[in-house]
């Protein structure tokens, strides 16, 4: 037997309101009953200030609405209404009394403070995220400036570029992603507590906006969002089909607390910032990048947005809110410019209707410009990826024929410099299938001559034929310790089968 929105109801008039008057429901404070493979789904309103003392009632909540026969599995959030002076929605009178009762606390625009743990005193390990290799938050300083624009389109333009890429939508004040998508309904439940993630454009999907209506104004507190986020992050099967190359996640706009928990919560591998060129000199901007340096995040860059407007009619250009703000400033902080988009009418038509451009007209010159700041972004991803593993100890021994390798993490382990020099990720030998690429034969005896250390990150071996182009990245170093029984294997069937010998 299913359970019914009625049932669910009846049991939650159970659970008395937070002063222990009336019941939540009759008190409107429970939101629409989502009842979906026997999960149910709600929230209840609460003062935004008594979110924390008020876990007990959550708790109580779905505690009683998972002994209705036929639930499986509860899923209750807190949620406060918006504050005024977010031009989101008119409050309701239900909160307007209870601010005037000095309950909410609330007033002063934004949610209220997180515990921000650890902040400034270093990255703590997180685990990482199922079924998803990299992370990428996109942010902004403030709302409205394309940054949801800019992190569908970055998601596709990965996509393009042959990545698995997903997008979470965690921007919590307006959740945007299933509009940007065209995306409705609701996720499937698969075994048990996963989510299943919605598709839009080839993309995996989960949004704040599948769980809440788009209309509905909330305000989490830090904590509970923190909860919510981890629970779209880790109880999704993102890699139902091979893990995601990286998952894209939108965030809600501005640096306030529950911005800075979330950067600290999520494993996140770099972040990317979306300015307009009059935002930045408004210092919204560098107040992202200082939050993400703050809880150790590299900043991939800066996308400057809304830059320049190019008339369809006539063609003449118009800086409508100055350009290239953005990318001096970006310099002048440091940080990789990964490109402008121009303000245009085109990218916001189809942004609204569900069709992003990049999707869905792919020869458009936009379309190229979002291609190119996902190329740049994966480049500065890639890059950010070596920087965080410590150079190993190297030392090459027997006369050049063997490279020790030992990670601060990890045990010694030996690589024949035969090994290295067929297998190295030079053009030639590696990216390809075993049918395309050179196998390169005849290098028993090849030696290794020197090691040349490239920034913190790699080095290039010059071998004693002659070749030296390969950059050994830490990270391929690894790889090749970890799959070197596996790899030689697989070489030497490529040669057998392609006639050459080991020389
Ligand atoms: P944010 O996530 O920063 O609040 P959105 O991505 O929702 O911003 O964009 C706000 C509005 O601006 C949307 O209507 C969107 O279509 C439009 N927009 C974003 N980028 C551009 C652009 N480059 N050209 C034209 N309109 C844009």
């Known amino acids: 037997m299913s359970a019914t929105k009625d049932t669910v109801l009846a049991e939650l008039r159970r659970i008395k309101g937070p002063d222990l008057e009336s019941n939540i429901v009759d008190l409107g404070l429970v939101s629409e009953i989502l009842v979906k493979d026997d999960r149910v789904y709600f929230s209840i309103t609460v003062p935004a200030a ?5 876990e007990p009632l959550r708790k109580a909540a779905e505690t009683v609405v998972a002994k209705v026969p036929g639930v499986a599995g509860v899923s209750a959030v807190l949620t406060a209404e918006a504050p005024q002076g977010t031009g989101r929605a008119p409050e309701s009178a239900r909160v307007t009394q209870a601010r005037a009762r000095g309950m909410t606390g609330n007033g002063g625009g934004r949610a209220p403070a997180a515990p921000a743990t650890d902040a400034g005193t270093g990255p703590k390990p997180l685990a990482a995220v199922p079924g998803v290799k990299s992370l990428i938050a996109v942010a902004s300083g403030k709302g409205g400036v394309g940054k949801s624009t800019v ?11 042959g990545k ?11 959740p945007s992603q299933p509009r940007l998508l065209g995306l409705k309904g609701q996720p ?5 507590k996963t989510l299943k993630p919605m598709q839009g454009h080839g993309l995996k ?32 099967a993102w890699g139902e089909d091979g893990d ?4 894209i996640i939108d965030m809600p706009p501005g640096t306030g607390d529950v911005q800075l928990t979330m950067a600290q919560q999520v494993p996140l591998s770099g972040a990317v910032i979306v300015s307009t060129p009059q935002d930045l000199a408004l210092i919204d901007a560098r107040k992202g990048l200082a939050m993400f340096r703050k809880v150790g995040v590299p900043v991939l860059g800066i996308v400057e947005n809304m830059s320049t407007f190019i008339c369809p009619k006539c063609g003449e250009r118009s800086d409508i809110f100055g350009h290239g703000g953005a990318e001096a400033e970006a310099q002048r902080l440091g940080v990789p410019f990964l490109g402008a988009v121009p303000l245009d009418m085109d990218v916001r038509m189809r942004s609204d209707s569900g069709q992003p451009i990049t999707a869905t007209l792919p020869d458009s010159t936009h379309a190229q410009i979002f291609r190119d700041i996902a190329a740049r972004t994966w480049a500065e991803l890639e890059q950010a990826k070596e920087i965080a593993v410590r150079p190993p100890r190297l030392e090459v021994s027997d006369g050049g024929t063997m490279l020790t390798v030992e990670f601060a993490c990890g045990p010694k382990y030996e690589l024949p410099a035969e090994m290295l020099r067929v297998m190295s990720p030079s053009a030639e030998v590696q990216g390809h299938s075993p049918e395309q690429r050179v196998t390169v034969g005849g290098k028993r005896n090849v030696k290794i001559r020197e090691l040349r250390p490239v920034g913190n990150y790699a080095i290039r071996i010059a071998f004693n034929d002659g070749h030296d182009t390969g950059l050994f990245t830490w990270t391929y170093l690894q790889q090749l310790g970890r799959e070197k029984d596996k790899r030689w294997g697989q070489y030497l069937d490529e040669l057998a089968k392609k006639g050459l010998s080991r020389g």
């Not at 704040?208 to 904590?223: A, C, L, N, S, Y």
Request: aromatic share 4%; hydrophobic share 55%.
């Open 151 to 161: 992190a569908v389109n970055l998601a596709l333009g990965l996509k393009a570029a």
């Open 50 to 54: 008594r979110a924390e003392e008020l």
């Open 188 to 192: 499937q439940v698969v075994k048990g």
């Open 244 to 247: 995601l190359d990286v998952l």
């Open 205 to 236: 999907a989960m949004s704040m906006g599948f769980m809440v209506d788009e209309e509905t104004p909330v305000i989490w507190r830090g904590p509970m969002v923190v909860g919510a986020l981890n629970q779209m992050l880790r109880d999704v």
């Open 164 to 174: 698995k890429v997903g997008i979470l939508d965690a921007d919590i004040y307006g």
